[in-house]
């Protein structure tokens, strides 16, 4: 197992290295130095415009939360240092709305690096509807239920799961991808997915063998390989109750956003 966060000369390899124009950050970066994608530099490469503009700033209404009815709950799994998840915020509940309105919409970002997650709130600009804390979502998460029950809600209406999938799948194999998938349709009534794609597994592993270093725990043994989103989009609708309701597309690096909902 890696520590959490373990530098290795340097948190990412330099772009121009790369050949291609669809490499990502996966690929580029250097998974020694983050063996948990937990890069400090992550929305250099990948603006949250990225991902941003594929999703429809109706979403929420889109949904069904709309006209501040009810306080509409958001889990950002893997924040990073959370500027996804503002930016995400400010897509989806706009300036203008009255202060009152953007307070009934919440946002808990969380993530297991604590580094980021202290950046993440020291430049919180939403702090009344925005909030961050670390946690790992593959030990406990005795907290989220905690914040549900805050907030008198059962579950999270929509819950972001972008680019961690592969990450808890290195490090905690088959069975770690599954129980995250299980967990967070247990706790969403809505589910953002955005899975790495294969080639992103081989690139990673790759780049810390050429470090050296030992393999990631359970990567040549993970039998979920090929077309991950699709064995997760299985899993999410035989094993979770939930059902594909969207795809919004690719990301320019080649990534699906699915939409999945509880049935
Ligand atoms: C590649 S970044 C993606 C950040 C953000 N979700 C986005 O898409 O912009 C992956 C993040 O997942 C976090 N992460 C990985 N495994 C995790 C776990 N078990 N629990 C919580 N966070 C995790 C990493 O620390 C890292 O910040």
């Not at 706009?94 to 202290?118: H, M, T, Y």
């Not at 961050?132 to 030990?139: A, E, G, R, S």
């Not at 979770?240 to 080649?254: A, K, N, P, R, V």
Request: glycine share 6%; aromatic share 8%.
């Amino acid at each position: 197992m890696f520590s959490t966060r373990t530098y290795f000369g340097g948190a990412h390899i330099a772009m121009a290295t790369c050949s291609t124009s669809s490499v990502d950050i996966e690929e580029i970066n250097n998974p020694g130095a983050a063996p948990y994608g937990n890069f400090i530099n992550y929305y250099t490469f990948n603006p949250p415009e990225n991902r941003l503009s594929l999703l429809p700033a109706t979403l929420l209404q889109d949904l069904g939360y709309k006209d501040g009815h009810q306080t509409t709950l958001i889990l950002d799994v893997g924040c990073n240092s959370g500027e996804l998840s503002v930016a995400f915020y400010k897509h989806v509940v706009p300036a203008c709305e009255e202060e009152s309105d953007r307070r009934k919409v919440n946002l808990l970002g969380f993530d297991l690096d604590e580094i980021l997650i202290q950046r993440a709130q020291q430049n919180n600009p939403l702090p009344s509807s925005v909030s961050f804390i670390p946690l790992d979502i593959t030990k406990d998460a005795d907290q989220l239920q905690d914040y549900l029950n805050q907030h008198s809600c059962s579950q999270f209406h929509l819950c972001l799961c972008l680019a961690v999938t592969m990450w808890v799948h290195l490090n905690h194999g088959d069975a770690g991808l599954l129980q995250l998938l299980s967990r967070l349709a247990s706790i969403s009534q809505h589910l953002l997915l955005e899975a790495q794609p294969w080639k992103c597994y081989r690139s990673a592993a790759r780049r810390l063998r050429k470090l050296g270093r030992s393999d990631f725990d359970h990567f040549k043994t993970l039998k979920i390989r090929g077309d991950v989103a699709e064995h997760a989009r299985e899993h999410l609708e035989r094993h979770c109750g939930m059902e594909l309701i969207q795809s919004f597309g690719s990301t320019t690096w080649d990534r699906k956003l699915l939409l999945f909902k509880r049935r």
